[in-house]
């Protein structure tokens, strides 16, 4: 998901600005003035984060823009880095429950998460590429000569998780802010019941 299409999902942009601590109504679906204001803070957060460490490609500033502020610090330092040493792209940042179960229903199966059961749902992770020549580049993605390598140690010095490191599912493109259960982020999540920062 961009950060254009998020703001017409209003319950899904709701429940990211509430998790980020700063929207204060109820999760309903309407559009009123504290969304706004909400709104208002988000994109000021994510500015100052542009304003600080640079702008991006377009593909990676419209995927950070839908991250948790929170996860966005360290995902931007981490891209900043990596775009000094090739042509790096964020190609994927938070999911709606919506997309999550469309892209759990594809065949052949590309995800074992539905709606809720993945750390996309929530903001807080995000899928990185290696681009040349406007081709995505995906091998070798295990061994010594991994393309991954530097994903693997930016995360690392960044405090961010690396799905590289995980066994099963291996995921080499993917890092994410902190090792919370799903269930735990669903139920905040959904309900407004505590925000990224309250949890971590």
Not at 83 to 111: F, H, M, N, S
Request: proline share 4%; charged share 20%.
């Amino acid at each position: 998901m961009i950060y254009a299409e998020l703001q017409q999902d209003t319950l899904a942009w709701q429940r990211a600005l509430k998790f980020a601590g700063m929207y204060r109504g109820k999760l309903d679906g309407l559009t009123g003035p504290l969304t706004r204001e909400a709104a208002a803070q988000w994109r000021e957060s994510h500015k100052q984060l542009q304003t600080r460490y640079g702008r991006l490609d377009k593909r990676t500033e419209d995927n950070l823009l839908t991250l948790q502020p929170l996860a966005a610090l360290k995902v931007r330092q981490m891209m900043t880095a990596l775009r000094a040493l090739g042509d790096w792209r964020l190609i994927c940042g938070l999911r709606t429950y919506d997309e999550q179960d469309k892209l759990y229903a594809k065949r052949p199966r590309v995800t074992n998460a539905r709606g809720g059961q993945s750390m996309h749902n929530f903001g807080v992770a995000a899928d990185v590429c290696l681009f040349r020549d406007g081709v995505d580049i995906w091998a070798p993605s295990e061994g010594p000569n991994s393309i991954y390598k530097p994903v693997a140690v930016l995360a690392r010095q960044l405090g961010l998780v690396w799905g590289g490191a995980w066994r099963t599912p291996y995921d080499p493109g993917h890092v994410q802010l902190g090792e919370l259960s799903t269930a735990t982020l669903h139920h905040a999540y959904t309900t407004g019941s505590a925000t990224l920062a309250q949890l971590l």
